[in-house]
């Protein structure tokens, strides 16, 4: 599975749009850009899945560029529950597999 | 959405003992689930795959005969620490897939965790 590369933390405060930007220098041609969110002492969940382009759902925006070497989770509006840890993972977008964890960006949402 | 449970929440155990952690997948049926571990401040790490009617495929670097894994049923996975220490304490999560019940989707629910806890 590709790499990737996000920042270890983040701050931002309520109401604000937050963009987490991740980097994937090695995506394979099948692989997939999947977004998840974990709260302390809870499996993650998913927040959203890419392959290229944009992707919206009710949550948030995911933006790909052409060359697919890096993606942008955009939380709109964010609250204080927002605050969490974020993992961006490249891989086979079939669930098929076991997940390949980075380190993740945690998100730290101020009043 | 699809539902995975886990039991128990929490569990506190003497050294040498063993532990039994249940994955159900609640409304859906899983051919395929994962186990993963995690300590603290660090990252999700995938342990094992359990699949259903056959043995589980283990990462490297992780012990088969000290993580037991059983898939009895299309909705049932057991992860057994034996012989448990306190290097074994961990936050064990699992997930799983829709998978061919509904077509592959792009989406794996996991679990809400077992602090496992050796004494």
């Known amino acids: 599975l590709a790499k990737t590369t996000q920042p270890i933390s983040m701050d931002s405060y309520e109401g604000q749009e937050v963009n987490i930007t991740c980097s994937h220098n090695n995506i394979a041609t099948n692989d997939y850009i999947t977004w998840y969110q974990q709260f302390p002492s809870q499996g993650p969940r998913f927040i959203i899945q890419?392959?290229?382009t944009k992707v919206t759902n009710e949550v948030a925006s995911l933006f790909i560029p052409a060359d697919r070497k890096s993606s942008t989770l955009s939380l709109p509006r964010v609250s204080l529950s927002d605050t969490a840890v974020y993992y961006c993972l490249v891989g086979g977008g079939g669930g098929a597999d076991g997940l390949t964890f980075g380190k993740g960006t945690h998100l730290i949402i101020q009043p | 959405g699809a539902v995975v449970s886990q039991h128990p929440s929490w569990v506190i155990c003497k050294s040498g003992t063993s532990v039994k952690i249940e994955c159900r997948s609640l409304?859906?049926?899983?051919?395929?689930m994962f186990w993963y571990r995690q300590f603290p401040k660090q990252s999700l790490m995938l342990m094992a795959t359990s699949n259903e009617g056959s043995k589980a495929t283990y990462e490297q670097g992780v012990e088969k005969d000290k993580f037991l894994i059983n898939h009895a049923s299309l909705t049932l996975s057991t992860l057994t620490v034996t012989s448990a220490h306190p290097e074994d304490s961990s936050f064990y999560i699992c997930?799983?897939?829709?998978?061919?019940?509904?077509?592959?989707?792009?989406?794996?629910?996991f679990g809400p965790g077992t602090r496992l806890t050796v004494l």
């Open positions: 890419g392959y290229k």
């Open positions: 409304d859906f049926q899983a051919t395929t």
């Open positions: 997930s799983a897939n829709e998978g061919a019940s509904r077509g592959w989707s792009n989406e794996q629910f």
